[in-house]
Structures are given as C-alpha cells and as structure tokens.
C-alpha cells in the first residue's frame, strides 16, 4: 500500500535546463510534504516542503508545486546543475502525524 | 556542530545473530525517528521515540525489533535472531520538537547484511 508514488525511477537532464519530478499520493489526510535529497552512502538532506494550504514554493533554483485536487505535487530545478545528481524522494505527513510517508525514490543525473 | 551520527557505518551478521545500531541525535535534539530502506524501496518509518519514551512504534515489526532511547547516550535499535530479510539500510533522524515540518536531519545510516 504505497501511499506515496514516484513513479519515474530515473530522469535525465542536460545541465542549465530544468529537472521536474512527479510525486503523487493517495492519502487525502495529508497536509504536509517534503524533498528529500540522497547521495549514494549519505542520509537524505531536507532540501524544500510545502504545507497543503499553499499550491507552490519556492528556494532558489528549486520550487514545488501542489496540485491537491488531483493529488500531486512536483519538484522543478532551474537550471539543473551536475551537483544536482542524486536520488530525490518525495515524502508526506498526514495533520498531527509523527512519521512520513516516502516514494521510492526519483534518480536524477545532470548531464555536463 | 556534528550531525546525526550512527554506527556503525557496515554491520555484518549472520542468521540467528543480533544486530545493535547506534543513533546520536544532534546536539539539542531530543526527538528520534528511525526509518528502514529495503532495496528499491522508499524509507519507511519504524518507530519515534524521545528519551526514555516510546512515542509511536507502529512501525516496527512485532517481534524480534526493539528500540530505546535513555536518559543518557544514544538511541538504540536492536534486531534479535536476524534473517536475511532485515538486510537494509537504517537511517535515524533527530529533530528538536516533534513533527516534520521543516524536515528533520538524517544521519548517514547503518547497512545492515545478514548472510
């Protein structure tokens, strides 16, 4: 039962063009998500997340988008750079919860 | 000004042993999560606890799998009689309060291999 889906194992991207990653969910409760950051053999680093009642957020080159109705949200990196290249999780809270919900998992590799 | 810190970094044991990870929060930090990544799998949480508590363990699988978090030291999570299928990577994550709303840190996890 996953409740949080990335259903693009992998994406690749020319360096100085724009990275957008899909998420989508299936819990309704959810209020809260967030982008993770993985390199390979390091924890992931918190890297943006927006609350349910905002439909965008921005930090820097990176923005997030949330589409509620259709339950969706998406990562947009602009422009993408080499250090850009990890595994991106999406990841959800659903209101008062103390655990989060995470995709499988989005490999980008910025192309030089 | 340490992060997370978990150790060790590889453990290696095999079927019938028990495993011991080890997970310092960040200094400040009295909240800590443990999340587990089987591979081609997204993180999943396991258990939240603040010092001395068990906040929400339902997570963990109901036998075999405990965790603590003590008054004094680090948070442990400990797997007894292991099986090849609790082979995975195990991340802990601290935060200064409860919830997740800015994203708590990460620490760089613990690879566990059963042989």
């Known amino acids: 039962d996953q409740q949080v889906k990335q259903n693009s194992p992998s994406l690749s991207v020319q360096e100085g063009r724009i990275s957008i990653l899909n998420c989508d969910y299936t819990n309704s409760m959810f209020d809260y998500f967030l982008w993770y950051k993985k390199y390979p053999a390091e924890g992931p680093t918190f890297l943006i997340s927006?609350?349910?009642?905002?439909d965008k957020n921005e930090d820097g080159r990176f923005t997030v988008f949330l589409n509620k109705s259709a339950k969706h949200l998406s990562l947009h990196i602009v422009p993408s750079q080499p250090g850009d290249s990890a595994v991106y999780f999406c990841?959800?809270?659903?209101?008062?919860?103390?655990?989060?919900?995470f995709g499988t998992g989005t490999r980008l590799t910025v192309i030089p | 000004n340490a992060g997370v810190m978990q150790n060790p970094r590889h453990l290696v044991r095999r079927r019938g042993q028990e495993a011991r990870l080890r997970c310092s929060p960040m200094?400040?930090?009295?909240?800590v999560y443990w999340y587990r990544q089987l591979p081609e799998e997204g993180l999943k949480f396991m258990v939240y606890?603040?010092?001395?508590?068990?906040?929400?363990e339902s997570g963990m699988p109901k036998e075999r799998f405990s965790a603590e978090f003590p008054k004094e030291g680090p948070s442990i999570l400990r797997i007894q009689q292991v099986v090849r299928g609790d082979s995975a990577a195990y991340f802990c994550?601290?935060?200064?309060?409860?919830?997740?709303?800015?994203?708590?840190?990460f620490g760089s996890g613990t690879r566990l291999t059963v042989v």
């Open positions: 994550a601290s935060s200064p309060r409860q919830g997740a709303d800015y994203g708590y840190t």
């Open positions: 927006i609350s349910s009642i905002k």
């Open positions: 200094k400040g930090h009295s909240h």
């Open positions: 606890l603040q010092k001395e508590n068990i906040i929400d």
């Open positions: 990841a959800a809270r659903g209101t008062g919860a103390n655990n989060l919900f």
